[in-house]
């Protein structure tokens, strides 16, 4: 009798509303698994919080995209919904501008996730599973991006993503294909907004959501990886805080940091809307992509043609090696760990230099 006493005293039933749903639907065994989990302490901890950012940009979009999805309309009506969503609609142009801005954000922050898990090794066994996950939402990240681009049908949109599905034709083999399936009928036109929407509202977030709860799984199952330098230090002079309460408390914090950065942007720098898309109109100067895809857009501009290839195709191939090799880089070896590092660096130093020379060749016209 003593030791179920003893036994029953040392289980705490929280209380609240936790409580609650512990009594009716035994959730002590994950209340009991957050209460243990741990996560070390150093002075790069921060890194951890960029996947954090990540997911709640994410979600600022989906709910913003809800609201947004009461009056869009794809088609033919695609510029005049936008344009009644930012002048008619109560707030339509602040909920637009947070979906953009939080948009651009997203895909920043997966960037910066990335490349910090790259140079903190913590693609390594056993979490090869959980990099090629991050991995590919980095890529579905940006394919939301481009989807939705074309969406609002102005002018500016209209140019960029023609010369995206046009870089898009010239893969090798399957461009044509691609290009087909991406314009929906012989040219960029209405069919192509209604294809991007179901890409941008269903198909990408579907396989999204389900990329990132394998994500978050492989996560939760293997925990926070720690870095060498970590590794390395004595058990007595290894700090580690709490998942639950500690770690979410401050990822909360820097979460409602980043949100109420990112309404003041949408409040005092609005999303525009340029004049209605013209299929019939020369392409504009100065026409270019968003900011993540203008180092592909600067490097095709610097390949030249060769009477094998086009200067697209080339491009294509160097892009798709490059994605190759990143997405394989947990199977590199611990051998090849310091290659690793010079290989993302170099990556990391190609897209800031040359996403600069884009933008100044932009300016310059």
Do not use: C
């Not at 289980?11 to 994950?30: E, K, S, V």
């Not at 698994?33 to 070390?40: D, G, I, M, S, T």
């Not at 991995?135 to 939301?144: D, K």
Request: glycine share 10%; hydrophobic share 50%; aromatic share 16%.
């Amino acid at each position: 009798m003593a030791d179920q006493s003893n036994s029953s005293s040392n289980t705490q039933t929280p209380g609240g509303i936790l409580g609650w749903l512990a009594d009716r639907y035994q959730i002590q065994g994950l209340i009991d698994y957050l209460a243990k989990k741990e996560v070390p302490s150093y002075r790069h901890s921060f890194w951890y919080y960029m996947g954090g950012l990540s997911l709640m940009f994410f979600t600022v979009q989906i709910i913003t995209g809800i609201l947004l999805l009461f009056y869009y309309t794809p088609g033919k009506e695609a510029y005049e919904s936008v344009k009644f969503i930012n002048e008619q609609v109560a707030f339509g142009w602040l909920i637009r501008s947070i979906h953009s801005y939080a948009a651009n954000l997203m895909i920043f922050f997966v960037f910066v996730h990335m490349f910090s898990v790259l140079f903190m090794k913590a693609y390594r066994r056993p979490r090869e599973l959980t990099y090629i996950t991050g991995f590919a939402l980095l890529g579905l990240s940006m394919g939301m991006g481009f989807s939705g681009y074309l969406l609002p049908w102005d002018e500016l949109a209209y140019f960029a993503t023609k010369i995206g599905i046009n870089i898009a034709t010239a893969v090798p083999g399957i461009g044509p294909l691609i290009g087909d399936i991406l314009k929906g009928g012989p040219e960029v036109g209405h069919d192509t907004v209604s294809r991007f929407f179901a890409l941008h509202v269903w198909v990408i977030p579907i396989i999204m959501i389900g990329t990132l709860g394998a994500h978050l799984f492989f996560i939760q199952v293997q925990g926070i990886s720690e870095p060498d330098g970590f590794k390395a230090l004595p058990p007595e002079k290894k700090k580690y805080v709490k998942f639950f309460p500690t770690f979410m408390y401050d990822d909360f914090l820097v979460w409602l940091i980043a949100l109420n950065g990112l309404i003041l942007i949408a409040v005092f720098f609005p999303w525009g809307l340029g004049p209605e898309a013209d299929p019939l109109a020369a392409t504009p100067q100065g026409i270019h992509p968003e900011w993540y895809f203008m180092a592909m857009f600067q490097i095709l501009k610097l390949i030249p043609n060769t009477p094998i290839l086009q200067s697209d195709e080339i491009g294509n191939i160097l892009f798709g090696l490059t994605g190759l090799l990143l997405i394989t880089v947990p199977f590199w070896g611990h051998k090849r760990d310091r290659l690793v590092m010079y290989f993302s660096a170099a990556v990391l130093a190609g897209l800031i230099i040359f996403t600069v020379l884009a933008y100044q060749a932009v300016a310059s016209h």
